[in-house]
């Protein structure tokens, strides 16, 4: 089946502080989305981007369908931003990557 | 609030017994999927139902059934449980059944097997 790699799997940043999170895939995917898992469990669904780029606020995401990646970008984090980020694509049924965590320290 | 609806949201029991957790679906939404969280594996796809029917199978196991009824609500069984079954489960739904469509979140359920 196809695989789906996050990195990094931790970050830690300082508030205020910029990021990217990476998520690659091995094959081609009609659906790719990014949610984050905050830290009650509760799985929020940030962006359904198989393609292009959207942005909603201090976050913003770019999928480069042919070349297999995307990006989640955070500018200005806040320490509400703390959880898990999931990317999930769909092939055949919906997978997820392994998450990165990322930690916002006040 | 995802529209996703998940009963119960904690659920303590013991080896070698059997649960059910429920799902009701967003309103509109006619495909349900059942996700396994667990610390060492992670978010694991284990089946997908589009309006009453086994769309997508994954890692499932022979111990573990759903179903989706005619009010498009979903049932996850789980029998002769054992200790690495303890997980959080969660239910998703979607429009369509094509798997191009945005997936929303219930609040899971958290299995306890002791």
């Known amino acids: 089946g196809i695989q789906v790699e996050q990195s990094p799997p931790d970050l830690i940043l300082q508030e205020g502080a910029n990021s990217t999170l990476r998520c690659n895939f091995s094959?081609?995917?009609?659906?790719l989305q990014w949610f984050h898992q905050n830290p009650w469990g509760q799985l929020i669904n940030l962006f359904y981007i198989p393609s292009g780029t959207k942005q909603n606020g201090r976050l913003s995401a770019t999928t480069v369908a042919t070349e297999r990646y995307s990006l989640l970008y955070i500018s200005s984090s806040q320490t509400t931003d703390s959880g898990v980020y999931f990317c999930a694509v769909n092939n055949n049924d919906m997978r997820f990557g392994a998450g990165t965590r990322l930690t916002v320290k006040p | 609030d995802s529209g996703v609806t998940q009963t119960p949201k904690h659920l303590i029991t013991a080896t070698g017994q059997r649960v059910t957790l429920r799902c009701s679906p967003r309103?509109?939404?006619?495909?349900v999927y059942w996700y396994q969280q667990s610390l060492d594996q992670g978010l694991q796809f284990l089946i997908q139902y589009y309006n009453g029917e086994e769309r997508a199978k994954g890692n499932i196991l022979e111990r573990f059934s759903a179903q989706q009824f005619p009010d498009l609500h979903s049932e996850l069984n789980l029998s002769s449980l054992e200790l690495g079954d303890s997980a959080l489960y969660f239910c998703a739904s979607s429009v369509g059944g094509q798997g191009k469509e945005k997936l929303f979140f219930g609040s899971g359920t958290q299995l306890s097997v002791l």
């Open positions: 094959d081609s995917v009609n659906n």
């Open positions: 309103s509109g939404d006619l495909s």
